[in-house]
């Protein structure tokens, strides 16, 4: 009802045992099994006013799905969201229970994305890509806008990890993946909003896809580095090829003269000859004439010679430019690989390197994005943010080879335990976002000065690593 809210206590426990269901063995042979029925249900308790029952719905929702259900059950949540803000007949608690059902649904297609059609998955590519006012600042409601910044970021990985296999959704995901980027740099964040419910899961939410997405577009540039080192030792062997060819060419020209003085030779030869047997009196004539063609024969040969020796040097030339191609390819087919791999993280086409390059100026935007929410209003934002930080300063050390105990904050006992009660949720969500792999030697040194500074001077964030 849209004028009072009627409390069911009945129907969280109902949804509790359904989201803890499992398909049966005799479903389908017997048609009163058939769990497929509690879907439509399921899908209105979206729109419940209490938000554990919608958190506890959406979780209901995906033992309920099968396989061949769950891209026509997508598509029809979409549907039910709004294009535009300014709707006012969807309010925020469906759209935000509606997110989270689509959220769930994504776990199963990131399991299927082998078997998803490209046509298939550019309808639901297309139709979150009409829905972005969900992800931008316009979107006052925290709560849906978390929401909506999740789903984005998986169908994103989605579409990194089968780029090859969706050509049609190429130009749209390209979109919604500066959008959402965009999306992040945004910071609308009012003296109201600080204190909205959910408000603190939205920032922490921002501040974990800013680091994954800093890591991906480093990833990107030093794949695009890698490949315009290739490209340069390829021109390079290009250019030693080439002048081994107008050697070659030289060569052969220097051939082609001593063959034709060869030839006069041979016909100075024939004509000492004639001479010799026309007339027994010209002998003498005829000798020295001999003589003479054999010098030039001697001396043809010489040039041949040298013409032999001439190609001989210009084929060792094409030879180390052939060499010097080789080892030009082996380093483009590297950096290709590097770029590949980079694509995968940030979320981009690989075949584009030019739009590849733009990303690196989001990496600026986000680390601004990190410092800002450091300095947020909320303590229990800057106490998050400082949590996830401060977990990769005790993971990966404060520089390569370094142990933690010999830096300036080797005053906490990192090697008592203290941190793992407090940091097992950052942990956890860490590898969720696919943060594992993440370096300091990709992020920014000045960013971790300064984290460090606040948690060293700041009596606050000091007592916070403490425990």
């Not at 199963?108 to 590519?125: G, K, N, R, Y």
């Not at 979150?128 to 849906?144: E, G, Y």
């Not at 577009?217 to 490949?227: C, L, N, P």
């Amino acid at each position: 009802s849209k004028h009072r809210i009627h409390i069911r206590p009945s129907l969280y426990p109902v949804l509790l045992v359904l989201g803890r269901l499992f398909p049966s063995t005799l479903e389908g042979s017997d048609t009163s099994l058939n769990l497929s029925a509690f879907i439509p249900y399921v899908i209105r308790c979206a729109a419940s006013p209490v938000y554990k029952t919608r958190v506890i719905a959406s979780r209901a929702l995906l033992p309920l799905a099968k396989r061949n259900q769950v891209i026509g059950i997508c598509c029809q949540l979409l549907e039910c969201i709004p294009e535009a803000r300014t709707n006012e007949n969807v309010f925020s608690s469906q759209v935000h229970g509606l997110l989270l059902q689509l959220c769930q649904l994504a776990k199963l297609i990131q399991e299927m994305a082998a078997s998803i059609e490209d046509a298939v998955f550019h309808s639901i590519v297309s139709s979150l890509r009409k829905r972005t006012w969900m992800i931008s600042s316009d979107n006052t409601c925290s709560a849906t806008r978390q929401a909506a910044l999740l789903l984005t970021d998986v169908v994103l990985d989605i579409s990194g990890t089968g780029n090859h296999r969706f050509p049609e959704s190429a130009k749209v995901v390209e979109e919604l993946g500066r959008i959402f980027l965009s999306a992040l740099l945004q910071d609308s964040s009012s003296s109201e909003q600080v204190w909205q419910p959910l408000y603190f899961d939205l920032e922490k939410t921002r501040a974990m896809l800013c680091l994954k997405h800093v890591a991906g577009v480093s990833t990107v540039s030093a794949g695009v580095s890698a490949v315009s080192a290739g490209v340069s030792t390829v021109s390079a062997g290009v250019s030693a090829v080439s002048a081994g060819v107008s050697t070659v060419s030289a060569g052969v020209s220097a051939v082609s003269a001593g063959v034709s003085a060869v030839s006069a030779g041979v016909s100075t030869v024939s004509a000492g000859v004639s001479a010799v047997s026309a007339d027994v009196s010209t002998v003498s004539a005829g000798v020295s004439t001999v003589s003479a063609g054999v010098s030039t024969v001697s001396a043809g040969d010489s040039t041949v010679s040298a013409g032999v020796g001439t190609v001989s040097a210009g084929d060792s030339t094409v030879s180390a430019g052939d060499s010097t191609m080789s080892a030009g390819v082996s380093t483009v087919s590297a950096g290709v690989s590097t770029v590949a791999a980079g694509s995968a993280a940030s979320r981009a086409e690989s075949t584009e390197l030019a739009d590849k390059l733009s990303f690196t100026t989001s990496k600026i935007g986000l680390k601004d994005v990190l410092m800002k929410l450091l300095d947020s209003p909320l303590y229990e934002v800057r106490l998050e943010v400082l949590d996830l930080l401060w977990n990769f300063l005790r993971t990966d050390g404060i520089k390569k080879g370094q142990d933690l105990s010999s830096t300036k904050c080797g005053n906490v006992n990192a090697s008592s335990g203290d941190f793992e009660s407090c940091t097992s949720a950052v942990e956890t969500e860490k590898v969720n976002c696919g943060l594992s792999n993440v370096t300091l030697e990709q992020l920014s040194p000045a960013l971790f000065d300064h984290i460090l500074t606040m948690a060293l001077e700041t009596e606050t964030h000091h007592e916070c690593l403490q425990k």
